[in-house]
């Protein structure tokens, strides 16, 4: 299918345990972004990736790590959850760095 | 730095009424602005986009907005409410000397009332 898609959608893990987002464009688009949704806080930036190979830290990266060894490809770790990171996941890509992002549908995940 | 501020999280109009959802942002330098809509449990969507072309801007579904560089303001107006446009809001910015690191505003629910 063309466009962003994330898996899983929905994801219920323990604290303590590690948990991968993915995240897949079909455009090419150079950049990606992670952010985070919680009630009060809108979107937060936790990483962004200009290119390939190329990461860089938004507003929350704490906990987190990416990588990006494609550019369709943009997965989101979270090393050891704890409840705070209890949240709805939105990947987006974008072709510039100043143009609209197209954002996946979100992936909630519960941190028990 | 860049900052966004949406006034008002909540807004409420009846069907046919005036849509008039607000955003002021600051910056040093020439902003890229958005406005973009999220209906529940989706991701969010473009509805326009200011980048210096025209201060106007007209958006998808009837929805537009004025940049005033003055008042650095992008209210998002739409002139008649339909029940379909109940959804969550929000105003972004970026800049060309930050790319890729949009700010987000909180968000503005819109409720339509018949």
């Known amino acids: 299918d063309a466009g962003i898609t994330q898996s899983p959608r929905y994801k219920i893990t323990e604290t303590g345990r590690q948990v991968t987002l993915m995240c897949h464009q079909t455009?090419?688009?150079?950049?990606m972004f992670w952010y985070r949704q919680d009630l009060g806080h809108g979107l937060r930036l936790i990483y962004y990736s200009a290119a390939a190979d190329i990461t860089d830290k938004g507003e929350v990266p704490d906990g987190y790590v990416v990588s990006r060894s494609k550019t369709e490809n943009f997965p989101l770790t979270l090393e050891s959850a704890t409840r705070s990171q209890t949240s709805v996941y939105f990947c987006?890509?974008?072709?510039?760095?100043?143009?609209?992002?197209?954002f996946g549908p979100g992936t909630r995940l519960t941190v028990t | 730095a860049q900052s966004v501020t949406q006034l008002g999280s909540h807004v409420s109009v009846s069907e046919g009424a005036l849509v008039l959802l607000r955003c002021n942002y600051s910056s040093s330098v020439p902003p890229y602005l958005f406005w973009y809509v999220q209906y529940p449990n989706q991701g969010l969507q473009l509805l326009l986009k200011y980048t210096s072309a025209a201060t106007l801007v007209k958006g998808i579904n009837g929805f537009e907005a004025e940049f005033k560089k003055s008042e650095t303001s992008f209210h998002l107006t739409k002139p008649s409410a339909h029940m379909s446009d109940a959804a969550e809001y929000f105003c972004a910015v970026t800049f060309s000397t930050n790319a890729g690191k949009s700010t987000f505003g909180d968000g503005t629910t819109l409720t339509v009332k018949p």
């Open positions: 987006a890509s974008s072709e510039l760095g100043t143009d609209e992002q197209y």
């Open positions: 455009w090419s688009h150079s950049y």
